[in-house]
């Protein structure tokens, strides 16, 4: 049973910074990329950052040189640094990780609030 638990939303104001943390549990060895993806009230979920085994990443457009995502495969954790946050950054923030044959698991998401 794989379990993702996701850490570290709130409200932030316009221009700040916010750290996500997924910690996984249960047969982890079999994942391959891991990552978040995000998806705000009426729109659909979108990529935000991918990360894989060997630490290729990979960023939706629109975050670009403004989060990082990095990963602790001993831990089993990946985070989320996302800085110069934006009112559009608005969501709720899920956490994915992919196994090798490509099924996807995710954790319940935690809400990320940017006031402008």
């Known amino acids: 049973q794989v379990q993702l638990v996701e850490s570290g939303g709130g409200l932030v104001q316009a221009g700040g910074s916010l750290r996500l943390s997924c910690a996984a549990s249960?047969?982890?060895?079999?994942?391959?990329?891991m990552g978040w993806y995000r998806q705000a009230p009426g729109k659909q979920r979108e990529l935000v950052a991918t990360?894989?085994?060997?630490?290729?990443?990979d960023y939706g457009d629109s975050v670009k040189g403004r989060f990082t995502i990095s990963r602790d495969n001993a831990k089993n954790r990946v985070y989320l640094e996302m800085n110069s946050l934006r009112p559009e950054d608005t969501a709720v923030y899920y956490c994915?990780?992919?196994?090798?044959?490509?099924?996807?698991?995710w954790g319940q998401g935690t809400q990320v609030t940017v006031a402008s």
């Open positions: 994915n990780a992919q196994r090798f044959d490509f099924f996807h698991f």
């Open positions: 990360i894989d085994r060997g630490g290729s990443t």
């Open positions: 249960g047969s982890t060895s079999y994942f391959n990329a």
